[in-house]
Protein backbone atom coordinates (compact mmCIF):
# COMPACT_ATOMS: atom_id res chain seq x y z
CA UNK A 1 0.00 0.00 0.00
CA UNK A 2 1.33 3.36 -1.00
CA UNK A 3 1.56 6.67 1.11
CA UNK A 4 -2.34 7.45 2.13
CA UNK A 5 -3.21 11.34 2.78
CA UNK A 6 -6.58 10.98 4.97
CA UNK A 7 -9.39 13.79 4.22
CA UNK A 8 -11.65 14.94 6.70
CA UNK A 9 -14.58 16.95 4.30
CA UNK A 10 -16.38 18.03 7.41
CA UNK A 11 -19.70 19.47 5.81
CA UNK A 12 -22.88 21.10 7.14
CA UNK A 13 -25.30 17.62 6.82
CA UNK A 14 -22.63 15.04 7.12
CA UNK A 15 -18.98 14.16 7.14
CA UNK A 16 -17.01 12.74 4.10
CA UNK A 17 -13.34 11.41 4.63
CA UNK A 18 -11.59 9.99 1.76
CA UNK A 19 -8.41 8.26 1.22
CA UNK A 20 -5.54 9.35 -1.72
CA UNK A 21 -2.74 7.74 -2.30
CA UNK A 22 0.58 9.72 -3.60
CA UNK A 23 -0.85 9.42 -7.17
CA UNK A 24 -4.24 11.26 -6.34
CA UNK A 25 -5.95 7.94 -6.86
CA UNK A 26 -9.27 7.65 -4.76
CA UNK A 27 -8.60 5.06 -2.33
CA UNK A 28 -12.21 5.07 -0.27
CA UNK A 29 -14.59 7.41 0.23
CA UNK A 30 -17.17 7.24 3.17
CA UNK A 31 -20.21 10.25 4.17
CA UNK A 32 -21.81 9.94 7.64
CA UNK A 33 -25.34 11.97 8.18
CA UNK A 34 -25.67 13.59 11.20
CA UNK A 35 -28.69 15.15 12.54
CA UNK A 36 -29.92 19.02 12.21
CA UNK A 37 -31.21 21.03 15.04
CA UNK A 38 -33.82 23.28 14.32
CA UNK A 39 -34.71 25.02 17.74
CA UNK A 40 -36.72 28.24 16.25
CA UNK A 41 -37.35 29.33 12.92
CA UNK A 42 -34.19 30.19 10.88
CA UNK A 43 -32.03 28.59 13.99
CA UNK A 44 -29.95 25.92 12.48
CA UNK A 45 -27.68 24.36 15.37
CA UNK A 46 -25.31 21.38 15.21
CA UNK A 47 -24.24 18.98 18.39
CA UNK A 48 -20.36 19.60 18.42
CA UNK A 49 -20.88 15.40 19.72
CA UNK A 50 -22.44 14.22 16.80
CA UNK A 51 -19.84 15.90 14.62
CA UNK A 52 -17.41 14.25 16.32
CA UNK A 53 -19.16 10.69 16.14
CA UNK A 54 -19.30 11.64 12.39
CA UNK A 55 -15.74 11.98 11.92
CA UNK A 56 -15.09 8.93 13.18
CA UNK A 57 -17.51 6.19 11.89
CA UNK A 58 -16.40 7.56 8.48
CA UNK A 59 -12.73 7.38 9.29
CA UNK A 60 -13.53 3.47 10.54
CA UNK A 61 -15.84 3.27 7.22
CA UNK A 62 -12.76 4.74 5.03
CA UNK A 63 -10.28 2.63 6.35
CA UNK A 64 -12.00 -0.72 5.88
CA UNK A 65 -13.31 0.52 2.23
CA UNK A 66 -10.13 0.81 1.40
CA UNK A 67 -7.95 -2.55 2.81
CA UNK A 68 -5.97 -0.06 4.98
CA UNK A 69 -4.62 0.24 8.41
CA UNK A 70 -4.37 3.73 10.43
CA UNK A 71 -0.66 3.66 10.93
CA UNK A 72 -0.50 3.16 6.92
CA UNK A 73 -2.04 7.24 7.10
CA UNK A 74 0.99 9.54 6.26
CA UNK A 75 -0.78 13.35 7.03
CA UNK A 76 -4.54 14.17 7.68
CA UNK A 77 -5.97 17.48 6.11
CA UNK A 78 -9.00 18.93 7.18
CA UNK A 79 -11.80 20.87 4.97
CA UNK A 80 -14.83 21.98 6.40
CA UNK A 81 -18.34 24.38 6.46
CA UNK A 82 -16.96 27.41 7.42
CA UNK A 83 -18.48 29.70 9.22
CA UNK A 84 -20.33 27.56 11.57
CA UNK A 85 -18.99 28.19 14.97
CA UNK A 86 -18.66 26.56 18.03
CA UNK A 87 -17.61 27.38 22.24
CA UNK A 88 -15.77 24.97 23.94
CA UNK A 89 -13.81 24.26 27.52
CA UNK A 90 -10.16 24.41 26.60
CA UNK A 91 -9.99 22.05 29.81
CA UNK A 92 -11.89 18.71 28.52
CA UNK A 93 -13.45 20.18 25.66
CA UNK A 94 -16.86 20.10 26.68
CA UNK A 95 -19.36 22.18 24.47
CA UNK A 96 -20.90 24.75 26.36
CA UNK A 97 -23.68 25.25 23.03
CA UNK A 98 -24.20 23.48 20.08
CA UNK A 99 -22.65 25.28 17.33
CA UNK A 100 -24.29 28.00 15.41
CA UNK A 101 -25.03 26.65 11.68
CA UNK A 102 -23.32 28.76 8.79
CA UNK A 103 -27.33 28.83 7.09
CA UNK A 104 -28.49 30.71 11.11
CA UNK A 105 -30.01 33.97 10.90
CA UNK A 106 -30.41 34.39 14.51
CA UNK A 107 -28.22 37.44 14.30
CA UNK A 108 -29.39 39.08 11.55
CA UNK A 109 -30.92 41.97 13.61
CA UNK A 110 -27.47 42.22 15.07
CA UNK A 111 -25.95 42.85 11.89
CA UNK A 112 -28.55 45.68 10.86
CA UNK A 113 -28.13 46.93 14.22
CA UNK A 114 -24.26 47.10 12.98
CA UNK A 115 -25.12 48.74 9.87
CA UNK A 116 -27.27 51.18 11.24
CA UNK A 117 -24.71 52.36 13.60
CA UNK A 118 -22.36 52.64 10.71
CA UNK A 119 -20.18 49.92 10.57
CA UNK A 120 -20.26 48.04 7.64
CA UNK A 121 -17.89 50.40 5.86
CA UNK A 122 -15.34 49.41 8.31
CA UNK A 123 -16.28 45.53 8.14
CA UNK A 124 -16.10 45.85 4.16
CA UNK A 125 -12.85 47.48 3.78
CA UNK A 126 -10.88 45.10 6.93
CA UNK A 127 -12.37 41.77 5.88
CA UNK A 128 -13.31 41.46 2.10
CA UNK A 129 -16.67 41.11 3.38
CA UNK A 130 -20.33 42.14 3.91
CA UNK A 131 -21.82 42.42 7.74
CA UNK A 132 -23.88 39.48 7.55
CA UNK A 133 -25.55 36.52 9.93
CA UNK A 134 -24.01 34.26 7.38
CA UNK A 135 -20.37 34.82 9.10
CA UNK A 136 -18.90 33.71 12.29
CA UNK A 137 -18.47 37.32 14.60
CA UNK A 138 -21.87 37.45 15.39
CA UNK A 139 -22.44 33.90 16.04
CA UNK A 140 -19.71 34.19 18.36
CA UNK A 141 -21.15 37.24 19.92
CA UNK A 142 -24.53 35.72 20.43
CA UNK A 143 -22.72 33.26 22.38
CA UNK A 144 -20.73 35.17 24.68
CA UNK A 145 -24.08 37.16 25.29
CA UNK A 146 -26.58 34.54 25.82
CA UNK A 147 -24.85 31.49 27.51
CA UNK A 148 -24.55 31.69 31.27
CA UNK A 149 -21.17 32.88 32.51
CA UNK A 150 -19.68 32.56 28.80
CA UNK A 151 -18.61 36.40 28.60
CA UNK A 152 -16.66 35.99 31.81
CA UNK A 153 -15.09 32.84 30.89
CA UNK A 154 -13.91 33.63 27.74
CA UNK A 155 -11.93 36.63 29.22
CA UNK A 156 -11.06 34.52 31.26
CA UNK A 157 -9.36 32.09 29.14
CA UNK A 158 -10.85 29.04 29.89
CA UNK A 159 -13.09 28.87 26.80
CA UNK A 160 -11.63 28.32 23.13
CA UNK A 161 -13.81 29.64 19.96
CA UNK A 162 -13.58 27.86 16.62
CA UNK A 163 -14.99 27.27 13.27
CA UNK A 164 -15.52 23.28 12.49
CA UNK A 165 -11.85 22.88 11.69
CA UNK A 166 -10.71 24.32 14.59
CA UNK A 167 -12.71 22.06 16.83
CA UNK A 168 -11.77 19.09 15.05
CA UNK A 169 -7.69 19.92 15.16
CA UNK A 170 -8.92 20.25 18.65
CA UNK A 171 -9.81 16.60 18.95
CA UNK A 172 -7.82 15.56 17.00
CA UNK A 173 -4.81 16.63 19.20
CA UNK A 174 -6.10 15.51 22.32
CA UNK A 175 -6.72 19.06 22.77
CA UNK A 176 -2.88 19.80 22.40
CA UNK A 177 -3.38 22.68 19.51
CA UNK A 178 -6.30 25.99 19.07
CA UNK A 179 -5.46 26.78 15.54
CA UNK A 180 -7.50 27.99 13.02
CA UNK A 181 -6.20 28.76 9.49
CA UNK A 182 -5.98 31.98 6.83
CA UNK A 183 -9.10 30.71 5.13
CA UNK A 184 -11.22 30.28 7.67
CA UNK A 185 -10.08 32.63 9.63
CA UNK A 186 -11.15 34.95 6.63
CA UNK A 187 -15.27 33.70 7.15
CA UNK A 188 -15.34 35.67 10.49
CA UNK A 189 -15.83 39.17 10.36
CA UNK A 190 -12.72 39.21 12.81
CA UNK A 191 -9.03 39.41 10.53
CA UNK A 192 -7.77 41.66 8.88
CA UNK A 193 -7.51 40.50 5.56
CA UNK A 194 -4.20 42.35 4.69
CA UNK A 195 -2.61 41.60 7.85
CA UNK A 196 -3.70 38.28 8.32
CA UNK A 197 -4.39 38.96 11.93
CA UNK A 198 -7.19 39.44 14.63
CA UNK A 199 -8.36 43.07 14.03
CA UNK A 200 -8.08 45.00 17.06
CA UNK A 201 -10.85 47.39 16.08
CA UNK A 202 -13.57 44.58 14.84
CA UNK A 203 -12.80 42.97 18.08
CA UNK A 204 -14.01 46.09 20.01
CA UNK A 205 -17.01 46.40 17.95
CA UNK A 206 -18.31 42.94 18.40
CA UNK A 207 -17.03 42.72 21.81
CA UNK A 208 -15.01 39.65 21.74
CA UNK A 209 -12.65 38.72 23.69
CA UNK A 210 -8.88 37.90 21.90
CA UNK A 211 -8.11 35.27 24.65
CA UNK A 212 -10.63 33.13 23.20
CA UNK A 213 -9.46 32.99 19.46
CA UNK A 214 -7.50 30.51 17.88
CA UNK A 215 -3.84 31.59 16.31
CA UNK A 216 -4.04 32.02 12.95
CA UNK A 217 -1.97 29.72 10.82
CA UNK A 218 -1.04 28.94 7.25
CA UNK A 219 -2.81 26.17 5.29
CA UNK A 220 -0.42 23.73 4.80
CA UNK A 221 1.73 22.50 8.03
CA UNK A 222 2.17 20.90 10.84
CA UNK A 223 -0.44 21.91 13.75
CA UNK A 224 -0.26 18.84 16.04
CA UNK A 225 -0.17 14.99 15.63
CA UNK A 226 -3.34 12.73 16.83
CA UNK A 227 -3.32 11.55 20.31
CA UNK A 228 -5.27 10.20 22.27
CA UNK A 229 -7.87 8.46 19.60
CA UNK A 230 -9.70 5.22 19.35
CA UNK A 231 -9.93 5.20 15.46
CA UNK A 232 -6.44 6.38 14.68
CA UNK A 233 -2.96 5.56 16.22
CA UNK A 234 -1.17 8.31 17.66
CA UNK A 235 2.11 10.66 15.84
CA UNK A 236 -0.10 11.31 12.74
CA UNK A 237 0.39 15.05 11.82
CA UNK A 238 -2.53 17.15 11.00
CA UNK A 239 -1.17 19.75 8.41
CA UNK A 240 -3.58 20.82 6.00
CA UNK A 241 -6.55 22.87 6.32
CA UNK A 242 -8.83 25.07 4.42
CA UNK A 243 -12.23 25.73 3.99
CA UNK A 244 -14.42 23.77 1.56
CA UNK A 245 -14.39 26.40 -0.89
CA UNK A 246 -10.93 27.54 -0.96
CA UNK A 247 -9.98 23.22 -0.28
CA UNK A 248 -11.81 23.21 -4.01
CA UNK A 249 -10.38 25.63 -5.71
CA UNK A 250 -6.93 24.61 -4.63
CA UNK A 251 -7.96 20.90 -5.31
CA UNK A 252 -8.39 22.10 -9.00
CA UNK A 253 -5.07 22.76 -9.45
CA UNK A 254 -6.23 27.00 -9.79
CA UNK A 255 -2.83 27.72 -8.83
CA UNK A 256 -2.85 30.74 -10.98
CA UNK A 257 -4.37 33.97 -10.97
CA UNK A 258 -7.43 34.46 -13.37
CA UNK A 259 -8.22 30.91 -12.92
CA UNK A 260 -11.89 30.05 -11.68
CA UNK A 261 -13.74 27.23 -10.58
CA UNK A 262 -17.55 26.28 -9.83
CA UNK A 263 -18.58 24.21 -7.34
CA UNK A 264 -22.14 23.18 -8.11
CA UNK A 265 -24.13 21.38 -5.17
CA UNK A 266 -27.54 23.15 -3.48
CA UNK A 267 -26.06 25.92 -4.35
CA UNK A 268 -23.39 26.92 -6.55
CA UNK A 269 -19.99 28.69 -5.74
CA UNK A 270 -17.49 30.16 -7.76
CA UNK A 271 -13.87 31.82 -6.57
CA UNK A 272 -11.17 32.99 -8.73
CA UNK A 273 -7.78 33.13 -7.91
CA UNK A 274 -6.73 36.90 -7.79
CA UNK A 275 -3.25 36.28 -7.20
CA UNK A 276 -0.99 38.16 -3.86
CA UNK A 277 -3.25 40.80 -3.35
CA UNK A 278 -6.99 41.07 -2.41
CA UNK A 279 -9.23 42.82 -5.11
CA UNK A 280 -11.86 44.80 -3.74
CA UNK A 281 -14.49 44.14 -5.57
CA UNK A 282 -16.91 46.75 -7.16
CA UNK A 283 -19.75 43.72 -8.60
CA UNK A 284 -20.84 42.88 -5.24
CA UNK A 285 -18.73 39.63 -4.75
CA UNK A 286 -16.96 38.76 -1.57
CA UNK A 287 -12.95 39.00 -0.64
CA UNK A 288 -11.58 36.31 0.73
CA UNK A 289 -8.31 34.43 1.21
CA UNK A 290 -7.64 31.01 -0.79
CA UNK A 291 -4.88 29.64 0.98
CA UNK A 292 -1.44 30.45 2.72
CA UNK A 293 1.05 27.83 1.74
CA UNK A 294 4.83 28.96 3.38
CA UNK A 295 5.25 32.49 2.72
CA UNK A 296 3.38 33.03 -0.40
CA UNK A 297 -0.31 34.06 0.72
CA UNK A 298 -3.01 33.49 -2.57
CA UNK A 299 -6.31 35.82 -2.27
CA UNK A 300 -9.74 34.57 -4.08
CA UNK A 301 -12.77 36.46 -5.29
CA UNK A 302 -15.98 34.76 -4.14
CA UNK A 303 -19.68 34.94 -5.77
CA UNK A 304 -22.61 32.23 -4.44
CA UNK A 305 -25.80 31.40 -6.38
CA UNK A 306 -27.83 30.53 -3.12
CA UNK A 307 -30.37 27.65 -5.75
CA UNK A 308 -28.01 25.90 -8.36
CA UNK A 309 -29.21 21.96 -7.59
CA UNK A 310 -32.16 23.08 -5.42
CA UNK A 311 -34.11 24.11 -8.68
CA UNK A 312 -33.64 20.54 -9.88
CA UNK A 313 -34.99 19.54 -6.05
CA UNK A 314 -37.81 21.69 -6.76
CA UNK A 315 -38.82 20.20 -9.78
CA UNK A 316 -38.45 16.48 -7.96
CA UNK A 317 -40.24 17.56 -4.58
CA UNK A 318 -42.47 20.50 -5.20
CA UNK A 319 -43.82 19.90 -8.68
CA UNK A 320 -43.08 15.85 -8.91
CA UNK A 321 -42.00 16.89 -12.51
CA UNK A 322 -39.46 13.70 -11.97
CA UNK A 323 -39.28 11.37 -9.03
CA UNK A 324 -34.74 11.44 -8.77
CA UNK A 325 -32.61 14.32 -9.64
CA UNK A 326 -30.69 12.58 -11.96
CA UNK A 327 -33.50 12.31 -14.39
CA UNK A 328 -33.60 16.07 -14.99
CA UNK A 329 -30.46 15.72 -17.74
CA UNK A 330 -32.71 13.27 -19.30
CA UNK A 331 -36.34 15.02 -19.62
CA UNK A 332 -34.45 18.55 -20.70
CA UNK A 333 -32.30 16.61 -23.35
CA UNK A 334 -35.71 15.56 -25.11
CA UNK A 335 -36.62 19.26 -25.93
CA UNK A 336 -34.20 20.56 -28.80
CA UNK A 337 -34.19 23.94 -26.59
CA UNK A 338 -36.68 25.68 -23.78
CA UNK A 339 -38.58 27.14 -26.66
CA UNK A 340 -38.31 30.53 -24.79
CA UNK A 341 -39.15 29.49 -21.34
CA UNK A 342 -37.23 31.48 -18.76
CA UNK A 343 -36.61 30.10 -14.74
CA UNK A 344 -34.90 32.57 -12.79
CA UNK A 345 -34.77 30.46 -9.77
CA UNK A 346 -34.39 33.68 -7.06
CA UNK A 347 -36.47 30.86 -4.79
CA UNK A 348 -34.69 32.36 -1.58
CA UNK A 349 -34.03 35.86 -3.41
CA UNK A 350 -30.23 36.12 -5.81
CA UNK A 351 -27.21 36.78 -4.42
CA UNK A 352 -23.87 37.44 -5.94
CA UNK A 353 -23.35 40.12 -7.97
CA UNK A 354 -27.44 41.34 -8.02
CA UNK A 355 -27.85 41.13 -3.66
CA UNK A 356 -31.22 40.96 -4.21
CA UNK A 357 -33.10 39.12 -1.68
CA UNK A 358 -36.72 40.22 -2.10
CA UNK A 359 -36.51 38.66 -5.53
CA UNK A 360 -38.77 35.45 -6.45
CA UNK A 361 -38.30 32.83 -8.24
CA UNK A 362 -39.95 33.97 -11.44
CA UNK A 363 -41.21 31.90 -15.13
CA UNK A 364 -41.52 33.72 -18.15
CA UNK A 365 -42.42 32.71 -21.69
CA UNK A 366 -45.27 30.35 -21.22
CA UNK A 367 -47.57 28.98 -23.65
CA UNK A 368 -49.72 26.37 -24.62
CA UNK A 369 -46.96 24.50 -26.03
CA UNK A 370 -44.72 24.31 -22.59
CA UNK A 371 -44.07 21.23 -21.54
CA UNK A 372 -42.51 19.68 -18.57
CA UNK A 373 -39.42 18.75 -20.53
CA UNK A 374 -39.27 23.13 -21.73
CA UNK A 375 -39.24 23.49 -17.75
CA UNK A 376 -36.59 20.90 -16.66
CA UNK A 377 -34.37 22.61 -19.85
CA UNK A 378 -35.17 26.02 -18.32
CA UNK A 379 -34.38 25.18 -14.83
CA UNK A 380 -30.82 24.11 -15.90
CA UNK A 381 -29.96 26.87 -18.12
CA UNK A 382 -31.62 29.38 -15.24
CA UNK A 383 -28.48 27.66 -13.29
CA UNK A 384 -26.19 28.24 -15.92
CA UNK A 385 -27.08 32.07 -15.85
CA UNK A 386 -26.38 32.63 -12.66
CA UNK A 387 -23.17 31.37 -12.73
CA UNK A 388 -22.38 33.46 -15.64
CA UNK A 389 -23.55 36.35 -14.18
CA UNK A 390 -20.58 36.03 -11.17
CA UNK A 391 -17.85 34.74 -13.40
CA UNK A 392 -18.41 38.17 -15.45
CA UNK A 393 -18.46 39.89 -12.34
CA UNK A 394 -15.28 38.80 -11.49
CA UNK A 395 -13.70 39.13 -14.77
CA UNK A 396 -15.33 43.00 -14.61
CA UNK A 397 -13.17 43.55 -10.99
CA UNK A 398 -9.73 41.81 -12.49
CA UNK A 399 -10.12 43.92 -15.28
CA UNK A 400 -10.15 41.08 -18.04
CA UNK A 401 -12.42 37.68 -19.40
CA UNK A 402 -11.59 34.35 -18.17
CA UNK A 403 -9.46 32.01 -19.67
CA UNK A 404 -11.54 28.68 -19.20
CA UNK A 405 -13.92 27.21 -16.10
CA UNK A 406 -13.18 24.32 -13.89
CA UNK A 407 -16.11 22.58 -12.43
CA UNK A 408 -16.80 19.71 -9.45
CA UNK A 409 -19.52 19.32 -7.17
CA UNK A 410 -22.37 16.72 -7.72
CA UNK A 411 -24.65 18.78 -11.02
CA UNK A 412 -21.16 18.81 -12.75
CA UNK A 413 -21.78 15.50 -14.20
CA UNK A 414 -24.84 17.03 -15.99
CA UNK A 415 -23.36 16.64 -19.69
CA UNK A 416 -26.16 19.48 -20.82
CA UNK A 417 -25.80 21.82 -18.01
CA UNK A 418 -22.27 21.79 -18.22
CA UNK A 419 -22.42 22.55 -22.55
CA UNK A 420 -25.06 25.30 -21.82
CA UNK A 421 -22.83 26.94 -19.76
CA UNK A 422 -19.63 26.94 -21.82
CA UNK A 423 -21.89 28.13 -24.57
CA UNK A 424 -23.19 31.04 -22.33
CA UNK A 425 -19.70 31.59 -21.42
CA UNK A 426 -17.91 31.54 -24.52
CA UNK A 427 -14.92 29.71 -22.96
CA UNK A 428 -13.77 25.94 -22.17
CA UNK A 429 -15.09 23.87 -19.66
CA UNK A 430 -12.49 21.38 -17.92
CA UNK A 431 -14.31 18.84 -15.54
CA UNK A 432 -11.26 16.84 -13.75
CA UNK A 433 -10.88 13.10 -13.09
CA UNK A 434 -11.64 13.60 -9.73
CA UNK A 435 -14.83 15.77 -8.76
CA UNK A 436 -13.93 14.82 -5.11
CA UNK A 437 -12.01 18.31 -5.18
CA UNK A 438 -12.60 19.58 -1.48
CA UNK A 439 -11.62 16.51 0.20
CA UNK A 440 -8.80 16.38 -2.42
CA UNK A 441 -7.79 19.98 -1.97
CA UNK A 442 -7.51 19.13 2.31
CA UNK A 443 -5.45 15.93 1.12
CA UNK A 444 -3.43 18.13 -1.29
CA UNK A 445 -2.40 20.93 1.52
CA UNK A 446 -1.56 17.98 4.33
CA UNK A 447 0.43 16.14 1.33
CA UNK A 448 2.30 19.09 0.87
CA UNK A 449 3.36 19.81 4.33
CA UNK A 450 4.35 15.90 4.88
CA UNK A 451 6.57 15.60 1.64
CA UNK A 452 4.20 13.00 0.12
CA UNK A 453 3.87 15.57 -2.91
CA UNK A 454 7.13 17.74 -3.73
CA UNK A 455 5.39 20.99 -4.80
CA UNK A 456 2.40 22.64 -6.64
CA UNK A 457 3.73 21.40 -9.70
CA UNK A 458 3.79 17.92 -8.56
CA UNK A 459 0.34 18.37 -8.04
CA UNK A 460 -0.32 19.97 -11.36
CA UNK A 461 1.49 17.00 -13.52
CA UNK A 462 -0.84 14.66 -11.42
CA UNK A 463 -4.07 16.41 -11.85
CA UNK A 464 -6.24 15.46 -15.41
CA UNK A 465 -8.89 16.45 -17.15
CA UNK A 466 -11.78 14.34 -17.36
CA UNK A 467 -13.95 16.36 -20.06
CA UNK A 468 -13.47 19.44 -22.19
CA UNK A 469 -16.78 21.41 -23.06
CA UNK A 470 -16.04 23.67 -25.47
CA UNK A 471 -18.79 26.94 -26.48
CA UNK A 472 -20.97 25.67 -29.58
CA UNK A 473 -24.39 27.66 -29.74
CA UNK A 474 -23.68 31.13 -32.50
CA UNK A 475 -22.77 34.36 -30.86
CA UNK A 476 -26.37 35.95 -32.04
CA UNK A 477 -28.18 33.20 -30.40
CA UNK A 478 -26.24 33.67 -26.74
CA UNK A 479 -27.04 37.21 -27.42
CA UNK A 480 -30.75 36.10 -27.93
CA UNK A 481 -30.23 34.05 -24.76
CA UNK A 482 -29.18 36.81 -22.64
CA UNK A 483 -31.92 39.05 -24.13
CA UNK A 484 -34.51 36.45 -22.68
CA UNK A 485 -32.31 36.33 -19.23
CA UNK A 486 -31.94 40.35 -18.04
CA UNK A 487 -35.38 40.46 -19.41
CA UNK A 488 -36.69 37.73 -17.05
CA UNK A 489 -34.75 38.98 -14.27
CA UNK A 490 -35.92 42.50 -14.25
CA UNK A 491 -39.65 40.74 -13.40
CA UNK A 492 -38.10 38.25 -10.69
Not at 293 to 304: F, K, M, T, W
Request: glycine share 10%; net charge negative.
Amino acid sequence: MPALVLAIDQGTTGTNVALYDQDCQLRAVVKTEFRQIFPRPGWVEHDLDDIWASVEASIRAALAEAGARGDEVRAIGITNQRETSALWERDGGRPIHHAIVWQCRRTAPDCQALRDAGHEPLFRERTGLVLDAYFSGTKLAWLLDHVPGARRRAEQGELAFGTIDTYLVHRLTGGQAHVTDVSNASRTLLMNLDALAWDEDLLEVLRVPREVLPAIRPSSEVYGATRGLGVLPDGIPICGMAGDQQAALFGQACFDPGQVKCTYGTGAFVLMNTGARPVRSTQGLLTTVGWKVGDEVIYALEGSVFIAGAAVQWLRDGLHVIQRSAEVEALAGSAPSSDGVVFVPALVGLGAPRWNPDARGTIVGLTRGTTAAHLARATLEGIAFQVRDVVVAMGQDLGGPIGFLRVDGGASQNDLLIQFQADILGVEIHRPRITETTSLGAALLAGLAAGVWHDREDIRRRWAVEKTFRPALPPEAVREHLARWEAAVAKA
